[in-house]
C-alpha cells in the first residue's frame, strides 16, 4: 500500500513571497490533515479535512494560509504572502473515518525556510 | 481544552538501560491515546496505541498502558537499543478525529 505522499520535500522563499505544497493520502483515506511542526515541537494541527469539507480550520492563519481539498482526495496547502516564522515543516496525515482505524499516517514532510 | 503533556528531554540512555517517557493529557470524554515516534531523517510513524481504559498498547518491546485515573499514558521499554534514538511523541485523538500531539521527547541511547 502507497503511503502518504507530499511535495516538494524542500523549499527555500523569500519572505513576502507565496508557496504552495502538495498532499496525496493513502487511498481510501476519507480524513486529511495538515499539520505545522516548527523545529524542537510537536506538531501543530492546522487544518483537518473529512472528505472534501473542512472539519477544524481553528488554528489555521486565514490571512495567510488557505488550504483545499478538491474532490476529496489531493489537497493543497498555500501561504500568501509568507513570513520568517512560517518556516517549519508542513506534515499531511490521513486517516480512515472509521471506529477502530483512528491511526494517522504521516507523509515525509516539506520542509519550508523562508529568508 | 484537549492536551498532552510529555517530559521534557532531551534524554540520554546507555543501551540495555530501563526508559520511561512521560505522558499525561486532559481532555473530555474518551479520547484514544498514542505514541509516535520519529527517527531521525524520517516521518512520524505510529509506535503504539490504546483506545480505552486500561487497555495497554505494545509494539517493539515499547509498552504503554491507558490510565484513565491518572490521565497518564507513560511509555516505557526494559531494555533499549542504540536503534531506539529518536523522538517520540504522545498524543490524544478526541471524537471528530481530532489529534493532539505532545512537544516531543528527544531520546539518545549510547552503547
Known amino acids: 500500500e502507497a503511503g502518504v505522499a507530499q511535495s516538494p520535500r524542500y523549499k527555500i522563499i523569500e519572505k513576502r513571497q507565496s508557496v504552495a505544497f502538495w498532499c496525496n493520502p493513502i487511498s481510501g483515506h476519507a480524513t486529511l490533515y495538515w499539520y505545522q511542526q516548527i523545529l524542537g515541537q510537536g506538531p501543530k494541527l492546522l487544518i483537518q479535512f473529512q472528505n472534501n469539507g473542512v472539519v477544524d480550520d481553528s488554528q489555521l492563519p486565514k490571512d495567510r494560509f488557505s488550504a483545499e481539498r478538491l474532490k476529496g482526495v489531493d489537497s493543497t496547502l498555500k501561504i500568501q504572502p509568507a513570513k520568517l516564522e512560517d518556516s517549519a515543516v508542513y506534515l499531511c496525515a490521513s486517516s480512515l473515518d472509521r471506529a477502530g482505524q483512528e491511526t494517522q499516517y504521516f507523509g515525509p514532510g516539506t520542509r519550508l525556510l523562508v529568508l | ?111
Open chain 2, 1 to 111: 481544552g484537549d492536551s498532552v503533556t510529555q517530559m521534557e528531554g532531551p534524554v540520554t540512555l546507555s543501551e540495555e538501560a530501563f526508559l520511561t517517557i512521560n505522558c499525561t493529557y486532559t481532555a473530555t470524554g474518551y479520547p484514544s491515546l498514542f505514541w509516535y515516534v520519529q527517527y531521525p531523517g524520517e516521518g512520524l510513524q505510529l509506535l503504539l496505541k490504546a483506545t480505552k481504559a486500561d487497555d495497554k498498547g505494545s509494539n517493539k518491546g515499547f509498552e504503554a498502558t491507558y490510565r484513565k485515573e491518572t490521565t497518564s499514558f507513560h511509555l516505557e521499554k526494559g531494555s533499549v537499543q542504540v536503534s531506539d534514538s529518536a523522538v517520540y511523541f504522545c498524543a490524544l485523538r478526541r471524537t471528530g478525529n481530532q489529534f493532539y500531539f505532545g512537544t516531543g521527547t528527544s531520546l539518545t541511547v549510547i552503547p
